[in-house]
């Protein structure tokens, strides 16, 4: 299956949204581009490490194109928008392993118009804990930087944006 990583905020809302998906296999909540392997909670929250929260997104391209997903990622950034206080770890961003995902991820934003959002080639993807996987769904009523709304519309937004 094709894997695309994708970085939208803190991961526990960017995997939920992706888990509702149609096309979507499977999703793991992770780090991208860290210096360092296996960061630390302490080196990740310090910038040290240099990890941004992502989701690797697998899917089946029958069901749900490249396409798609990239205009579904620009509106979830457009939609949950950083600010100066957010840290590193938990910018915007699109990490490719293909020039077609590369030229996909920069058709979406363009689109968009979105400024500040990293799309670079993926160096390094680390797994985070059992514990912080599909989070949302197992801790019902913790917090999220996703709107709700969002959240429920994601079927409503893939029609459209796979048009």
């Known amino acids: 299956m094709p894997t695309v990583y994708l970085a939208g905020g803190c991961y526990w809302g960017v995997q939920t949204y ?4 149609q096309g979507v296999t499977s999703t793991v909540a992770g ?6 392997p296996r960061p630390t909670g302490e080196q990740i929250a310090s910038g040290e490490a240099g990890a941004v929260e992502t989701v690797a997104v697998a899917y089946d391209s029958q069901q749900v194109s490249l396409q798609t997903l990239a205009r579904l ?5 457009q939609e949950t ?10 910018h915007a961003g699109f990490y490719w392993t293909d020039s077609e995902q590369r030229d996909a991820f920069e058709a979406a934003i363009r689109e968009r ?4 959002v990293t799309i670079e080639q993926l160096t390094r993807f680390e797994e985070s804990s059992e514990e912080q996987q599909h989070y949302l769904a197992s801790h019902p009523g913790a917090e999220c930087h996703i709107p709700l709304a969002l959240l429920n519309e994601v079927g409503k937004y893939q029609k459209e944006l796979s048009m």
Do not use: C, G, M, W
């Open 18 to 21: 992706y888990d509702r998906v």
């Open 31 to 36: 780090f991208a581009q860290s210096r360092i």
């Open 73 to 77: 990622h620009a509106l979830l950034i």
């Open 81 to 90: 928008p950083a600010d100066e206080k957010t840290p590193i770890s938990e």
């Open 113 to 116: 118009n979105l400024a500040d």
